[in-house]
């Protein structure tokens, strides 16, 4: 079993609609999560970290987290061309490294 | 400007020929970490390093060697490459006691190994 497994898509929405990424997790005792944004051949950058159950929100990136699931979710609201990457779920594990998945290929459709 | 710096960005080279990717940062991190992009595989770590001569194996380390000598260089050595070695590289790094930081990543270096 994957230590973080994420849809590989790719997911492809219409401009302006709701993008919704998934990830589980394996590790029980893992206490911070993130999503990064990746461009084809450049390197990831952080666009969500949560650590806490619930939502949290910035902009159009909502976070959500459920830790008796082992379940983490990303968002994206009003989605852009722009936005159009792949998204890796990533986790901390044992507080000495990031885990991460695969990643999910978003394409957003003018 | 904080940065993580990788060098080279493109890479070709030959099956057994020694090469070393340098990657150096500026933030004063004691975390520092290597990583491999493949296809539908994500971003698996090779090595990574809480401190200078402090080095542990991440999930696939196998081919590869690195070093700690100073706190802000990590270089990844791969002494005869092979094309299974062929990958996305990426270095990061983050403060050791900052497990819910994000990590900053380099640029990245495109290996072919033919």
């Known amino acids: 079993q994957k230590e973080v497994e994420q849809n590989s898509g790719p997911l492809s929405v219409p401009e302006g609609a709701i993008a919704s990424l998934n990830c589980t997790y394996s590790?029980?005792?893992?206490?911070?999560f993130f999503w990064y944004r990746q461009y084809s051949g450049k390197s990831p950058e952080l666009i969500m970290s949560i650590y806490s159950n619930g939502d949290k929100e910035d902009g159009r990136f909502t976070a959500q987290l459920n830790k008796a699931s082992q379940y983490v979710s990303l968002l994206i609201r009003d989605s852009q061309p722009s936005d159009s990457a792949t998204y890796l779920c990533?986790?901390?594990?044992?507080?000495?490294?990031?885990?991460f998945g695969a990643g999910t290929r978003l394409t957003v459709k003018p | 400007e904080a940065q993580v710096t990788q060098n080279p960005r493109y890479l070709i080279t030959v099956t057994g020929k020694k090469l070393t990717v340098t990657c150096s940062q500026n933030m004063n991190h004691e975390y520092m970490s290597w990583y491999r992009q493949d296809p539908g595989l994500g971003l698996r770590q090779i090595y990574y390093?809480?401190?200078?001569?402090?080095?542990d194996k991440g999930d696939v380390p196998e081919g590869y060697k690195v070093s700690r000598k100073e706190k802000r260089n990590f270089p990844l050595i791969l002494e005869s490459p092979s094309p299974n070695q062929t990958s996305l590289y990426f270095c990061?790094?983050?403060?050791?006691?900052?497990?819910?930081?994000?990590?900053?990543f380099g640029s990245g270096t495109q290996l072919s190994v033919l």
């Open positions: 390093s809480m401190n200078v001569e402090v080095t």
């Open positions: 990061a790094s983050r403060g050791r006691d900052r497990p819910n930081e994000k990590l900053f």
């Open positions: 990533a986790v901390n594990h044992n507080n000495n490294d990031m885990r």
């Open positions: 590790d029980r005792g893992s206490q911070s």
